[in-house]
């Protein structure tokens, strides 16, 4: 069996995400510790307890979801995995990229925490409340939904933001131009087309603010050779240097999140499992669309350490 290790991204939180593991186990608990260090403030008492709406902040969600990851990694390498020697690649959704730098070894946990604060806080500022919007499309191809993104625009930002799987297509740009597309999505023949609730409009032009204050925090930031090759979300294909790394994760914020791309790379290069770490499940439902016949494991939660650690003997 070949695996990769996949991070989900932001719409995976969830309150309480990350408690039970970190009741458990002292090497999960010692991560949350970290990251509230490293930010000066308890992000863990938000994620265990709530409120929600604090959570679903961006400069809290990503490196809450980023903690959650990290910390049922490190239950899998206490039980005995290696990464370098049992995992072939890693990849992350969006955010989950930073997760994904941080497992193998990249980034530092502390560093990673920083990013995605200052990250979170970028794409927040980047574009005032209500100027921007992202919606997703059902049910048609990626080509329709380029072509419904520009006749859509009539000279505003609208463009596609994230291809998530097979006829899972999101778009994201000023709040009207956005508007103007969910309606010549559906006379195209989308099964549904739909206003996302999410605070900004992530992965478009309008991020250059954003793209700007991420060149400046990462170029403080050291990045090492990840253990394992990183299939980046710009790329859709591996790569290891540090340098080409820290670019791609400046382009990554106004870029498209190519994850059909990256998990059809997957496929067609041997990979045979892909592992969700951290929160949610929604990698594993995209992955089977995308790659028919693909394992997926999901760790999260304490009761999934043993089936997971089952799967590398």
Known sequence: MSIAFTFPGQGSQAVGMGKALA?????ARAVYEEVDEALGEKLSDIMWNGPEDALTLTRNAQPALMAASIAALRVLEEKGLVLAEKVAYVAGHSLGEYSALAASGAISLADTARLLRVRGDAMQKA??????????????SFDDVQAVAQAASEGDVCQVANDNAPGQVVISGAKDAIERAIPLAKEKGAKRALLLPVSAPFHCALMTPAAEAMAEALAAVTINKPAVPLVANVLATPVEDGETIRKHLVEQVT???????????????????LFEIGTGKVLSGLAKRIVKGIATVNVGEPGDIEAAMGKFA
């Open 127 to 140: 574009v005032p409340v209500g100027e921007g919007a992202m919606a997703a499309v059902l049910g048609l």
């Open 255 to 273: 870029g498209m999140v190519r994850w059909n791309e990256s998990v059809s790379w997957f496929g067609d290069n041997g990979i045979d499992c």
């Open 23 to 27: 009741d458990e186990f002292a090497v």
